[in-house]
């Protein structure tokens, strides 16, 4: 089972980035204990989840997938404002939780530049969550660790590294990780300057889920949200261009959107 060990903080708040889904939502479940995120159905934007284990709160930013070939830059910009946003003032976690077989250099490229632009300091504050391998032989592991793109993305991250089968030791890794940046969260302009249209007091026990911008189900409010400075510092390319035929036919649609969409659902869960 997964300890409280951790969290000199008083909240704790993880971005969940990575090349799979299901894989990144499995892992944010098994964090809060509750299924608060679908595994099956891909969202096409960013969740935020705010739970609460006995006195710990935590926080957790789920991307929608920004390794794919054919996003756009506009609609990968949007999404690392998004982000920004739900996780004001700063995460002091990113949560890299990568599927190894289908790792790419250009994915790996790809997420090195958002952890970049996001701040310098976001390597110090980032750790490999890698999922078992989809057929397990021996030295499978160890083969895909030495795979050049995994092992340069490890080495940037100062070798943190963790496999899924050990995910109970996921809060000691994140406990020393947050204490040796001092419980210091990723501060950048982009956090200091935007205003997050989602702050307020915590809820207690149990979940929110909030969404941005997407289909949501069930009860929803909106919410005015203009993007502030961070569309100035965010306005610059985050990746090399990847050949693509056309944009993503989600985009249009997306980027007229100007309003957030949050959708809060009353989980009554984590009471331990």
């Known amino acids: 089972m997964i300890g409280l060990m951790f969290i000199s903080v008083s909240e704790l708040r993880v971005v969940l980035l990575g090349n799979s889904w299901s894989q990144r939502s499995s892992v944010g479940n098994l964090i809060l204990r509750a299924a608060v995120f679908n595994t099956e159905e891909e969202a096409d934007c960013c969740q935020r989840v705010r739970g609460q284990l006995k006195e710990k709160h935590i926080v957790l930013v789920n991307t929608p997938d920004l390794l794919l070939p054919d996003i756009s830059e506009h ?106 940046n001092n419980g210091v969260h990723v501060s950048c302009e982009v956090f200091e300057d935007a205003t997050s249209v989602f702050s307020g007091g915590h809820q207690g026990e149990g979940a929110s889920v909030i969404q941005d911008p997407g289909k949501g189900a069930g009860p929803h409010h909106f919410l005015p949200g203009p993007l502030h400075s961070t569309r100035n ?22 980027s007229k959107q100007s309003k957030y969409i949050n959708t809060i659902y009353n989980l009554g869960i984590f009471s331990m």
């Open 233 to 254: 510092l965010l306005s610059f390319p985050l990746w090399k261009p990847w050949p693509t035929s056309q944009t993503p036919s989600s985009v249009e649609s997306t």
């Open 75 to 180: 609609k990968l910009t949007e999404h690392v404002e998004t982000c920004v946003r739900l996780c004001d003032p700063g995460p002091h976690v990113f949560l890299l939780v990568l599927q190894p077989e289908d790792f790419t250099e250009e994915q790996k490229e790809r997420l090195q530049s958002i952890l970049e632009n996001f701040s310098d300091q976001s390597f110090d504050h980032s750790l490999v969550l890698i999922s078992t391998p989809r057929e397990e032989r021996a030295g499978s592991m160890e083969k895909h660790v030495q795979h050049p793109p995994l092992k340069d993305m490890i080495s940037k991250c100062r070798s943190r590294l963790l496999w899924r089968g050990n995910l109970e030791d996921l809060f000691t890794h994140v406990d020393v990780m947050v204490k040796e």
